[in-house]
C-alpha cells in the first residue's frame, strides 16, 4: 500500500422506505428526506463505524475537536496567513 493513512472513497445513495399515494410500501432514492436534521452526516458516520467494528473490523475514529490541537481561522485571517492576494495574481 503507497498510503500511510488508508481510507476509502464511497458513492452513496440514500434509500429511503416510505409509502406511496396508494399505502403501498415503496424504496426511493430522497436525498432531501433523508438529510432533515442538522446532524444526519455525523449520524450516518456514527452508523457506519458501529455496523464495522460490529462486523470484526478494527476502525478508529478521529478526534473529538476538543481534543485535537487546531486552530480555526475566519477566512479572512486565513487568506492573511496564506498570501492569498499575492499567489491570486499568478
Do not use: C
Not at 464511497?10 to 426511493?28: A, E, M, Q, R, Y
Not at 432514492?29 to 467494528?53: G, P
Amino acid at each position: 500500500m503507497d498510503e500511510q493513512t488508508p481510507y476509502m472513497h464511497l458513492i452513496f445513495l440514500p434509500v429511503v422506505h416510505t409509502t406511496d399515494k396508494k399505502g403501498n410500501s415503496i424504496d426511493k432514492i430522497a436525498f432531501s428526506e433523508f438529510w432533515k436534521a442538522k446532524d444526519s452526516y455525523r449520524q450516518l458516520q456514527d452508523a457506519f463505524y458501529k455496523y464495522m467494528v460490529e462486523n470484526g473490523f478494527d476502525l478508529q475514529r478521529g478526534l473529538p475537536k476538543e481534543e485535537t490541537n487546531r486552530q480555526h481561522y475566519s477566512v479572512e485571517e486565513y487568506k492573511k496567513i496564506t498570501n492569498f492576494k499575492e499567489k491570486k495574481r499568478y
